[in-house]
């Protein structure tokens, strides 16, 4: 039984006063809840310490981004190893997110040395993947996403992958309002589930946690969640309202 992971990307929001005040009230809301489902929140970079400090075993901390290099440290001036997020309590670290693709040209390539970064230093990657509209009005994306994932997962094995979490994230639903069909999300979730089990096994497959990150929220998160492979959610804006994340978590439960 894969356990549900609850995660909110808080981008570049918040000044520090008003993301202590959000993250006092998730920090709440995880202590309070029950160890059938995983919470995570990935602030920006600058309060990762800080929140690393202070919250509970029930609420997992997440960089946004990871470099990397197979150094730990170096004159690689802007970035941060997964070392050092593990040595500052930092459980996971987002990788390939959409706008990481879009503003900074990241590729599979480099998403995948991310991947083997985060492994490497026992971080938890949540690896992005996903179309942009024209693929998907073109018939292209479970190719697109397909080719992401083989190309990202290239050359581990599933002992190395065990930590691993996928996040299927339409880019034409991030951000826009707009969100897949329950049955849209599902179908491409089996999809990355299949291709799993081609690529390594059925047991591993079975295994991994696949979220949706559409622009999940309070109004579609339970019939989002109830679907056979979503076992979780990427979320966005709605991961920056204390009430409509907290929803989030009783759709999950």
């Excluded at 959409?98 to 949540?126: F, M, N, Q, W």
């Excluded at 799993?196 to 339970?222: C, D």
């Excluded at 966005?236 to 439960?253: H, K, M, N, P, Q």
Aim: aromatic residues 6%; hydrophobic residues 40%.
């Amino acid at each position: 039984m894969r356990k549900k992971l609850i995660a909110g990307n808080w981008k570049m929001n918040l000044l520090q006063a008003e993301a202590q005040s959000l993250f006092n009230s998730i920090n709440k809301v995880a202590l309070d809840s029950n160890e059938s489902l995983d919470i995570m929140i990935a602030p920006p970079a600058p309060y990762l310490a800080l929140f690393a400090s202070q919250s509970s075993t029930r609420l997992g901390i997440s960089a946004q981004d990871v470099s990397g290099r197979e150094a730990s440290q170096g004159a690689y001036t802007g970035e941060y190893s997964a070392a050092m997020l593990r040595s500052m309590g930092v459980k996971y670290a987002i990788v390939g997110h959409s706008e990481r693709r879009t503003y900074h040209g990241e590729t599979d390539e480099t998403i995948g040395k991310k991947i083997a970064a985060c492994l490497k230093a026992d971080v938890i990657p949540v690896y992005c993947c996903g179309e942009i509209l024209a693929e998907r009005e073109a018939g292209k994306h479970f190719e697109v996403v397909s080719t992401q994932v083989r190309t990202a997962l290239k050359g581990f094995d599933e002992k190395e992958l065990s930590l691993l979490v996928v996040a299927y994230e339409p880019v034409w639903a991030i951000g826009t309002g707009k969100t897949a069909s329950n049955d849209e999300a599902q179908e491409m979730h089996l999809a990355i589930r299949e291709l799993l089990t081609g690529l390594y096994s059925k047991e591993f497959a079975k295994g991994v946690r696949i979220l949706y990150g559409g622009s999940m929220k309070p109004q579609n998160a339970a019939q989002l969640l109830e679907q056979p492979d979503i076992d979780g959610g990427l979320i966005g804006g709605a991961s920056l309202v204390a009430a409509d994340f907290t929803a989030i978590i009783e759709a999950a439960r």
